[in-house]
């Protein structure tokens, strides 16, 4: 999108040159509603994942950090009632809950929520209210949701390069058979603007090589 940065200020920059041009004004809104959509859907694109991977793994470390201390309340209870059955159940490290696989994590977090549901009554004297069983049960059920999520960003990033593609697309043709034409016909009011937008058109955005938006090479020598 560098090239299409370029493009874009050296024509405001060149304002009084085209600014009594109809054609060239309006292909030139065109040009800026389409290109603010595409760096709308870029930066959902890179949110997408990002922001589902944040908050998986902030959510992963809060659910943790309560069930270890509702399984530091089974194994109290368990030691009190000489269950060593319980206390080997219970014997989960914060470590594990916080950096195992999603399927291995749900897993734990199942087995201490099996034993606190068996042991619901007991454990409220080791300091497992209600109130923190109920908000141990929504943490790993809202975990649960929030590890299903990349699969729905990738279908959001794939609707989203749709809508990528189709915009570049739309702003090269925009490019190459609107403004490099008009350019040139208004080469004879500046040479300067002439010369630095197609310095400009030959600008490339990251990740391509001797290409312009879409993939198609920008020769300032064919207009």
């Known amino acids: 999108m560098s090239m299409y940065q370029m493009v874009q200020d050296i024509i405001h920059e060149y304002h009084p040159v085209w600014e009594n041009t109809p054609k060239f004004v309006s292909s030139f809104d065109t040009f800026n509603a389409k290109f603010e959509a595409l760096k709308i859907q870029a930066e959902k694109q890179r949110s997408y994942t990002i922001s589902v991977r944040e908050t998986r793994d902030e959510f992963q470390k809060e659910t943790a950090k309560l069930a270890i201390r509702v399984a530091a309340a089974l194994t109290a209870y368990g030691a009190e009632k000489k269950d060593l059955q319980l206390i080997a159940l219970m014997n989960i490290s914060e470590g594990k809950l916080t950096y195992s696989s999603h399927a291995d994590t749900l897993i734990l977090l199942d ?113």
């Open 111 to 223: 087995r201490i929520l099996i034993q606190a549901q068996l042991y619901e009554a007991e454990i409220v004297e080791f300091g497992i209210t209600p109130l923190i069983f109920a908000s141990f049960v929504n943490h790993r059920d809202q975990l649960a949701v929030t590890i299903l999520s990349p699969r729905k960003a990738i279908v959001n990033r794939k609707d989203s390069s749709a809508k990528i593609v189709e915009l570049t697309n739309d702003i090269d043709a925009l490019l190459k058979n609107g403004l490099d034409k008009m350019v040139t016909i208004l080469r004879p009011e500046s040479e300067e603007f002439h010369r630095k937008y197609f310095d400009s058109r030959m600008v490339l955005s990251v990740g391509s090589s001797g290409t312009s938006g879409n993939g198609t090479q920008t020769n300032p020598n064919a207009y």
